[in-house]
């Protein structure tokens, strides 16, 4: 923290100190052994009357750390002293104990979030400022709001996005084996898969895990006795094919268990009495499993919770979390049920795996995916090459889960220029090795690569072309949609042709249905544009190959990538029905050119 830092931290006391309802209880003092400063600060409950869990007057501690951002991060955190908060409420981190490096509670409320109440006011900005003292002013007054409505409990209100509580205690806890290190649970769960759940009479079992980079990824959930499957997640090729390290337990509840308001629980004891909260006892729930569980590894439990999505809404799916139930030990079954009854009955930590993610696509994809036709489609990709592997690439990140490419060729070094795949993969097929980047880019994904030309007789393609529901040819070749209609084709099935220009300059998009396709209406329309190219081609030097000469397509990756883009927004009306078929496009490429602004003259 340097003398301009300090000078901000004295303007914003100042400014504070003129604030209705802050009072300012000393100066600014820095924080042993880090670059962080503390002010403590008495907050009184405005127009609002006090609760057991709000009093008039709290004291808090507002941390301002420098390392973390030069301007200054800003958290507010009830005091470790008597005038500290000390329930957890919604919008607010762990606030069960002191802060493990700073003189304060755990509790960081969530001065910082779009919260109710606080959004709304006409005293929040919307952002947070850049400069550190009308920042630290800003989190105070957001601050005197948080006050207000969790004395009113109007911190969340029906209609707020839905927040679990802060599993991530003051342990942290990281599994300590050193192969399989778990920072992340993952699991697959949506709205299916929820009806499937309220439907089961299982409360209790055990479950399939794989590990991936640090990640455990529930891939079955059994019975008690591990013999009878109660729910297989629909996961793609590429987790399926993950081995299986190790059984672990699960147990459904009824609802988010919560202590202290909405506080994880942070010892045994605390978490078998959230269980029995809800009418249940975790013991009796898991005797049986334990019971018949053999291993003598650490042991971990899943505790699955419904969530809504919306404040007061009703549940749509479960959500999992993961605790190490017992460690490692040599003892038998019968004992270790022992071990796990009195530890639930003692005050021993529990020791969450604090992170937990739905790698459902409706929340892993959620940034940006395709339309919900073409997601459902059963894509059948005829070429891998520079335009076909970059157009599977986009489908299946965002969101084509079943797909099937087609390419008999192998990856040279001259096809880096422009092709997803890389040195590991020369000499290697196209559609083989695209399929298998792409099961691992998506987790559902489930593609196929077939190294074989797209008019071969091969009875796994004929079988992919069955299956299909949306055809796209990106081989820029004659023969095969002289090969349309494809056998074995029946309803409705577009059949899409995509290539490209010289320099990647044009896209050329033609889509029919495949019962009707007709090469020659096909040609008909793309024979001005096949002149075209032609003859421009004619007029180039075109780039040798590799060895004899031979000419190369010049097209660059950005281009390609860019009309690939195109290319799939154009594949997604056909798929939605916006259009009647056959239809045909030429878009060209197009990027702004750069003009030189003049300089406005400075008065």
């Not at 196929?448 to 071969?456: D, H, N």
Request: charged letters at 20%.
């Amino acid at each position: 923290m340097n003398e301009l830092d300090q000078l901000a931290l004295s303007q914003s006391s100042v400014l504070m100190s003129e604030m209705r309802g802050v009072e300012l209880l000393g100066d600014w003092e820095p924080i042993p052994s880090s670059n962080a400063c503390i002010l403590r600060v008495r907050l009184e409950l405005l127009n609002t009357a006090p609760t057991k869990d709000i009093p008039l007057f709290t004291e808090w501690g507002v941390i301002v750390d420098f390392n973390i951002d030069p301007w200054g991060k800003v958290q507010v955190h009830p005091s470790n002293g008597p005038g500290g908060v000390t329930t957890t409420f919604e919008h607010q981190q762990y606030n069960g104990g002191p802060h493990p490096l700073w003189p304060v509670r755990n509790g960081h409320i969530c001065s910082l979030s779009e919260t109710h109440g606080l959004a709304a006011s006409r005293n929040a900005m919307e952002t947070e400022p850049p400069s550190t003292v009308h920042r630290v002013v800003w989190h105070m007054a957001r601050a005197v709001e948080w006050l207000q409505c969790a004395a009113t409990d109007t911190l969340t209100v029906a209609g707020d996005s839905f927040e679990l509580p802060d599993f991530d205690t003051a342990f942290r806890y990281k599994i300590a084996d050193s192969k399989n290190r778990i920072f992340t649970l993952a699991y697959y769960e949506d709205g299916d898969s929820f009806s499937h759940w309220k439907q089961s009479h299982f409360y209790i079992g055990t479950a399939a895990v794989s590990y991936l980079n640090q990640v455990a990824i529930v891939r079955e959930f059994k019975d008690h006795r591990g013999d009878k499957t109660v729910h297989k997640p629909s996961w793609g090729t590429a987790i399926n094919q993950l081995q299986s390290h190790q059984d672990a337990l699960w147990v459904r509840l009824d609802e988010v268990p919560a202590i202290n308001r909405w506080q994880v629980p942070t010892t045994m004891k605390e978490l078998a009495e959230a269980v029995a909260s809800q009418g249940k006892s975790l013991i009796d729930l898991l005797r049986p499993a334990l019971a018949k569980f053999e291993t003598h590894n650490e042991l971990l439990l899943f505790v699955g919770m419904p969530i809504p999505r919306k404040v007061k809404e009703a549940p749509y799916r479960y959500h999992w979390q993961a605790l190490v139930l017992s460690p490692k030990t040599n003892v038998s079954a019968k004992a270790r049920v022992s071990l796990v009854e009195n530890a639930l009955r003692s005050a021993s930590s529990v020791r969450w795996v604090s992170r937990a993610e739905n790698w459902h696509p409706d929340d892993l994809q959620n940034r940006g995916r395709v339309s919900p036709p073409l997601r459902k489609a059963n894509v059948l990709l005829l070429g891998a090459g520079a335009l076909g592997a970059n157009l599977a690439e986009q489908l299946v990140r965002m969101g084509v889960t079943d797909m099937t490419l087609v390419d008999p060729d192998l990856l040279e070094a001259g096809n880096l220029v422009r092709h997803p795949l890389n040195l590991p993969q020369l000499n290697r097929n196209k559609a083989v090795s695209v399929a298998d980047g792409l099961n691992h880019a998506n987790p559902s994904a489930r593609v196929v690569g077939l190294a074989v030309s797209a008019t071969s007789k091969d009875k796994a393609l004929e079988d992919a072309v069955r299956a299909a529901t949306l055809i796209i040819d990106a081989t820029a070749s004659d023969t095969v949609l002289r090969e349309l209609p494809f056998l074995g084709i029946t309803g409705y099935v577009p059949v899409i042709s995509i290539s490209l220009g010289l320099h990647a300059q044009r896209l050329f998009f033609y889509a029919d249905s495949a019962s009707c396709f007709d090469a020659d209406a096909f040609y008909k329309w793309f024979n001005p544009y096949r002149v075209e190219e032609h003859l421009a081609v004619l007029k180039e030097d075109m780039p040798r190959g590799i060895g004899c000469w031979h000419p190369l397509t010049p097209a660059r990756l950005n281009r390609i990538v860019g009309l690939a883009g195109v290319a799939v927004e154009l594949i997604e009306q056909v798929c939605e029905g916006q259009i009647s078929l056959p239809v045909g496009c030429c878009h060209s490429w197009h990027a702004p050119k750069l003009e030189t602004a003049e300089r406005e003259s400075v008065a």
